[in-house]
């Protein structure tokens, strides 16, 4: 327990209220579990401290009652919230016998209680709530302009420090939030600018005509952005497949409502092969989706049959049969926004939406919707149909080609492994590493300074094909991936992958520190991330850092692996002493050399691919990343090839 902790204070009732007990015994419960309540304790787990204070404002604009918030990040990682609605009640509360205000930020899940009438919808309400920030926060202050006065309240780690006092006149309304997150709950404190926006953007979408205004104060100069969209979800479709090609002219937008659930849906199919689906539950974002998506899944599939069997031509093409989820949502683009009236989640962090009643409401309005939609507009569904006859066929190919590679037979019986991989004697995978090498030469320098106990070796040739353009029965034509997946032995893309049957579980990417080099790294990680995710997940895949220098002065020899480094070297013996080996490509070192700088287990230095959980918005980032890096648009690479130029040897993808 930190040390300004309220557990074990006396707690004063003129204070805390009638039910002091409660109010301590909560603020302790929080600070002694608080992934329970916000998920992790690290960035994400940080970053849902704003969410939830900018969730509680957007209730008062679905309530008809705010039309602006702002977030300031402030120097310290102080965050600022505030809102124009009608500000928390500050009246006394009829149960606690203190301030509404500070039953609100004192008591777990108290917030709209009090009033129950409030909000007939609600995202923050049902959140961990604006109390359990204040509790994991190592100071928070709460302003409330409301009836012409300007009422105030401050806290430490949740404890309130005296009660709610007035402290002067205004002619405004609404509620500011100031706190400070706990640097001895929380692994960082520092706030990334970047996932801020994207939630308030994310916002701003959901919530037409709501202005949100962001500012980041910590550092001059300072920026500033506004967000505010009146087309709502239909702009958010757009954006997301700004970098696509739409395939029918109009986006399919439409909203109902059945049994109090309402749902407002925009979608669009593009060119691409991934689908996007975004969830939200009364403005709150779900990333694991839900009763709502599995409701829109199955009205989805069941439509676009029922309009393929209406068209002898696409019946034909198709060769019988019917289209599966998996045809029907290739190159989607969608938003599903529900509100539910009285929301269950999977926990506290509103992850997934549980109530079983939503997939059957969800169902029959995009039913009905999506019918109607398609039948006042016949244009559309002609390219749709085409797009899932393809992705069945192709899907079909991918799967005849997945056979052909990952069959099993020949490796078990002697003779299946890659003609040019040169295995390890040893046969448990945990033990087990293998070198990606760039190039026969390489490759041969590797192959004979390895330790051929543990380490096994495949050297590739050129650039492997990039997936992020390509189908899979594409993809599995392509030689040096065929050779790869046969290489790993655990199959290929979503189904048939068995990463038990894995045969390493170091995977080192080990490739020139050249431009070539970085591409093709590039190459393999866009691979590894989009077609065997698994590996990424359970932390086998790994990043060589062979030495940019081998510096001599006299006797004196060392390798450098930063710019840094070698100047520090040759600052110390002299320019004029120094002899500098640049090395461009593996293939230049001998086999002793790769060995004792990159390959040596005692002494290497690797990096390595981190997992990313679902259910975190760096996941969003990094698929945005290689969307940019390895997409078909050009002027989003350009813009950040220009961006990064100067720090591209920190960047982390």
Known sequence: MAK???????????????????????????????GMYIGTQDATGL???????????????????????????LPDNIIEVMDDGRGIPVDLHPEEKVSSLQVVMTILHAGGKFEKSAYKISGG?????????????????????????????????????????????TKHHGTLIRFKPDATIFTTTEFRYSMVRQHLEEMAYLNKGLIIKLSDERKKPHKQEEFCFQGGILELVENISKKRSILHKKIIYFEGESDGVMAEIAMAYTDSQSETIHCFTNGISNSLGGTHLEGFRTALTRTLNDY????????????????????????????ISVKVPEPQ???????KLVNAEVKGLVQKIVTDRLSLFLEENPGE???????????????????????????????LEGGGLPGKLADCSEKNPEKSELFIVEGDSAGGSAKQGRDRNIQAILPLKGKILNVLKARDDAILKNEEIKTLVTALGVGFGDEGFDTSRLRYHKIIIMTDADVDGAHIRTLLLTFFFKKMRPVVDNGFLY??????????????????????????????????????????????????????????????????VNP???ATAELELVDKTFEVLMGDDVGPRRHFIETNARQVVNLDL
Not at 322 to 328: I, K, P, Q, R
Not at 571 to 593: A, C, F, H, S, W
């Open 308 to 335: 393929l069997k209406k068209d002898e031509g696409m019946k034909k093409k198709l060769g019988g049969g019917s289209l599966s989820g998996d045809d029907v949502r290739e190159g989607l683009v969608c938003v």
């Open 345 to 351: 989640f999977n926990s506290q962090t509103k992850e």
């Open 381 to 411: 569904i002609k390219p749709i149909l085409e797009k899932c006859v393809l992705s069945q066929k192709a899907r079909e190919a991918a799967r005849k080609a997945r056979e052909l590679v990952t069959r099993r037979k020949g490796f």
């Open 543 to 608: 990043i060589a850092q062979p030495p940019l220098y081998l510096l001599r002065a006299g006797k004196v020899q060392e390798y450098a692996f930063t710019d840094a480094q070698k100047d520090r070297f040759v600052k110390k013996n002299g320019d004029d002493k120094t002899v500098i080996q640049r090395y461009k490509g593996l293939g230049e070192m001998n086999p002793e050399q790769l060995w004792e700088t990159t390959m040596d287990p005692e002494k290497r230095v690797m990096l390595k």
């Open 4 to 34: 300004n902790s309220p557990a074990g204070k006396s707690p004063d009732p003129s204070i805390y209220g009638a039910h002091a007990i409660k109010v301590m015994r909560g603020l302790e419960a929080v600070r002694k579990r608080p």
């Open 125 to 169: 309400l049902h959140g961990v709530g604006v109390s359990v920030v204040n509790a994991l926060s190592e100071w928070l202050e709460a302003e409330v302009h409301k009836d012409g006065e300007v009422f105030y309240q401050k806290y430490a780690q949740g404890t309130p420090l005296a009660p709610v006092k007035k402290t002067g006149k």
């Open 612 to 614: 990313l959980d679902d």
């Open 47 to 73: 970053h849902k401290m704003v969410y939830e204070v900018v969730d509680n404002c957007v209730d008062e604009h679905m309530a008809g009652h705010a039309t602006m918030l702002m977030v300031r990040m």
